[in-house]
């Protein structure tokens, strides 16, 4: 199965399981808050969720309680690169690229060269994974992209429903690899 006959059947999936997104995001949260990845990272970048994403927004909340520093995505208009850029409670989100919510380029932004001492915990979307940690974006690469300059102290992690995990994933060079699941 080629990689884009895969993100058809994939969101073909997503379709008939709607209903179940708010409930299944809920749990999928908990395990990860309750990780040892979690608790161990002083930083975490997460994604602001599309409509048939595993919303994360529970995760932001009980990080900013937690005094966790928080990095969230926003795309270089026209290009294949995204940066991430801090969040607290007091930064307003607007309609950025692709409707998904992102900051504006006021606030710090990640560079993996600032945090060496740190444990980071990069949480990952993606249209399917496999348990081995292939991934398979939407096909852009703007994942595939950043994390190429990850170094040690990052843990990626995949983020998915349980239905997007199939056994096997097209891979090519470029694809990166996750460290791990949540699902």
């Known amino acids: ?15 008939s399981h709607q209903v179940s997104f708010k409930n299944e995001s809920f749990r999928i949260c908990k395990k990860i808050i309750s990780s040892e990845y979690y608790i161990k990272s002083s930083i975490i970048l997460c994604y602001m969720a599309l409509p048939d994403e595993v919303d994360l927004s529970q995760i932001i909340l009980q990080a900013q309680n937690d005094k966790k520093v928080i990095f969230v995505p926003k795309v270089q208009k026209k290009t294949t690169k995204m940066n991430f850029f801090e969040i607290t409670k007091n930064i307003s989100l607007s309609s950025g690229s692709f409707g998904i919510l992102e900051p504006d380029s006021s606030t710090r932004i990640f560079d993996f060269n600032d945090f060496n001492d740190e444990n980071i915990l990069i949480l990952v979307p993606g249209r399917a994974f496999s348990l081995k940690g292939e991934r398979l974006g939407r096909g852009k690469g703007y994942y595939d992209s950043f994390l190429k300059n990850k170094p040690r102290n990052c843990m990626t992690a995949g983020v998915c429903f349980p239905f997007q995990i199939v056994n096997e994933i097209p891979v090519e060079s470029h694809d990166f690899k996750m460290d791990f699941m949540f699902y």
């Open 1 to 15: 199965m080629t990689k884009q006959e895969l993100r058809i059947q994939i969101k073909q999936t997503l379709q």
